[in-house]
T-cell receptor, first 111, second 115 residues
């Protein structure tokens, strides 16, 4: 079936360190979205990538969509304690409307 | 503050009870969704309504029954649930155009515990 794999499942970093989470699909994605869910909260949309090789930045966050449109990454530079939460990618497989969520990467940042 | 409101926020029910979860969106979107979020599992899509018509039902057991009376309201009726149905139930809305779905706006969720 359509699946989107995300790694790592969990990462604990010291404040100021960088962090990256990766999202992979076995089939081509028409687009990919990223969401952040704070502990006890609900997923909040961060960004959508549509074009092959697309790179978008939001302050310390850099999002990439692979050339083959089968993978994506989210990189956070110099993490802060406010970055704590679970980051989900969600991909839409080409030809399908359904958005498939990855398993999420839980980020813990120690001061 | 979210444009999608869910009630109740917390619900505890026995396996023989009947209860309903309610969702209301104030964003003028044309699609609404129910997702289930369990520990250590990805968000599972349960139902999708587009223009008040159910367009997706992901093999969800019949003990979950959705209802979408209009484009702003979505219900999830619960009947004879099992303990493994305990989870966070998230409602979301989006503006859809054909096969293209915009970003999802989630409610804060209803935390369900089945005893």
């Amino acid at each position: 079936g359509q699946q989107v794999m995300q790694i790592p499942q969990y990462q604990h970093v010291q404040e100021g360190e960088d962090f990256t989470t990766y999202c992979n699909s076995s089939t081509t994605l028409s687009n990919i979205q990223w969401y952040k869910q704070r502990p006890g909260g609900h997923p909040v949309f961060l960004i959508q990538l549509v074009k092959s090789g697309e790179v978008k930045k939001q302050k310390r966050l850099t999002f990439q969509f692979g050339e083959a449109k089968k993978n994506s990454s989210l990189h956070i530079t110099a993490t802060q304690t406010t970055d704590v939460g679970t980051y989900f990618c969600a991909g839409r497989h080409t030809g399908f409307q359904k958005l498939v969520f990855g398993t999420g990467t839980r980020l813990l940042v120690s001061p | 503050e979210t444009g999608v409101t869910q009630t109740p926020r917390h619900l505890v029910m026995g396996m023989t009870n009947k209860k309903s979860l309610k969702c209301e969106q104030h964003l003028g979107h044309n699609a609404m969704y129910w997702y289930k979020q369990s520990a250590k599992k990805p968000l599972e899509l349960m139902f999708v309504y587009s223009l008040e018509e159910r367009v997706e039902n992901n093999s969800v057991p019949s003990r979950f029954s959705p209802e979408c009376p209009n484009s702003s309201h979505l219900f999830l009726h619960l009947h004879t649930l099992q303990p493994e149905d305990s989870a966070l139930y998230l409602c979301a809305s989006s503006q859809s155009q054909g096969l293209s779905t915009g970003e999802l706006f989630f409610g804060e969720g209803s935390r369900l515990t089945v005893l």
